[in-house]
């Protein structure tokens, strides 16, 4: 493919309270076995996107450690590769990214390096499968400066998070709000950009000299009615996972078989790194019903509408309703957990009774198990 990929993985959001203290958002774990990056990652190795660049930067460590081989979204070429680039100290600066276009600022001799004459800009909190084939093509067709993907939510779905828009019958965005208090309208930018790289590198340059750092303000809203920027609906699944309600919705979409089975039967397949960990053991006594149970778990309670991720041990008598339990868990006996978030490497002790009756409830206990 004609581009090289930008994912921008170094924002944080308050409103996934306790669960971003440990990890960036782009590192969050999905459907028992990836990590939210995965999807970003996966749709541009398949749409053959041979040179893609990671931004991180806020609690990047666990997000490094998944990065560290480039094997697993076969990006280990000669030509082309995985890069990841956090904030650098330099003679000329001292500054960590202060928004989306000062992160790309900092980093803009890697796309002036670069050949390919587009670039594919995406966020790491995007749960999708999209070939950016099919985006190129429109972006050219339209001969866009910019292409946006967008997304037409439910009437009555909160808008308040994301970047909403109104397009002509050419799909030529006319109105751009970035995150209004409120608005009538139901189209939202996915995050996900087309842009030609010379184009870009002018525009991020021009906002610099202007002390201006954010792509959306800075660039989008504030060209879009000097530069042709156009719309790229799709309708397939898409979810962002930055706050702590759409990190549980979106994770509990994969109990049903139609999601499952459009992310992990129907062709592209999402890659991610993967741990040399035996097959789950249910022991007698165990029940589980309409869950997802990872690799290394033992379960011998009962487990229901629940996702388990890697290495969670349930003791005896426990019942775990409509929660996520991530990687690295000991249950003791007796445990209760209803409509919640158990953060990784923690230990419940035994005859312990959680439940989110007014919300989801993040439940993180120290590890006894690790303590010197």
């Known amino acids: 493919m004609r581009a090289v990929g930008m994912i921008l993985a170094g924002g944080n959001s308050y409103r996934m309270r306790e669960l971003s203290n440990k990890r960036a958002i782009a590192a969050m774990p999905i459907a028992g076995s990836f990590r939210s990056i995965d999807f970003a990652l996966s749709s541009m190795s398949n749409s053959r996107i041979q040179k893609v660049a990671v931004l991180t930067q806020y609690n990047s460590r666990s997000l490094n450690e998944h990065l560290s081989s480039s094997k697993w979204w076969d990006f280990g070429r000669k030509q082309g590769g995985l890069f990841v680039f956090p904030p650098t100290v330099t003679a000329d600066n001292s500054f960590w990214y202060r928004g ?52 037409q939510l439910p009437p009555g779905e909160d808008v308040s998070r994301f970047g909403v828009l109104r397009m002509n019958e050419n799909c030529r965005i006319e109105q751009f709000e970035e995150k209004p208090m409120a608005s009538d309208a139901n189209t939202i930018s996915c995050g996900i950009y087309v842009v030609r790289r010379r184009q870009l590198i002018e525009l991020i340059e021009k906002s610099a000299e202007e002390g201006r750092f954010d792509f959306v303000r800075d660039i ?153």
């Open 100 to 151: 989306t276009a000062d992160a790309l600022y900092q980093n803009l001799d890697f796309l002036k390096n670069c050949h390919e004459p587009y670039v594919v800009i995406a966020s790491g909190d995007g749960v999708y499968k999209l070939d950016f084939n099919k985006v190129l093509e429109y972006h050219i067709a339209k001969k866009a400066d910019i292409t946006v993907v967008c997304k």
């Open 220 to 372: 989008l809203i504030r060209y879009k009615g000097v530069r042709k920027i156009f719309g790229y609906k799709i309708d397939s699944y898409w979810s962002n996972i930055a706050s702590v309600e759409s990190y549980f919705r979106t994770n509990m979409d994969f109990l049903k078989k139609e999601v499952r089975d459009y992310f992990f039967r129907e062709y592209p397949e999402v890659h991610s790194k993967v741990d040399d960990l035996p097959p789950a053991k249910y022991n007698p006594g165990s029940e589980v019903k309409n869950s997802l149970i990872s690799a290394g778990s033992i379960i011998n309670g009962a487990v229901e509408n629940s996702i388990l991720f890697s290495n969670v041990f349930v003791g005896e008598n426990c019942v775990i309703k409509n929660s996520i339990v991530l990687s690295d868990v000991y249950l003791g006996d007796n445990v209760h957990l209803e409509n919640c978030i158990v953060e990784s490497r923690d230990t419940i002790r035994a005859n312990t009774y959680y439940n989110g009756d007014d919300g989801i409830k993040i439940v993180i206990e120290s590890d006894e198990r690790y303590v010197l």
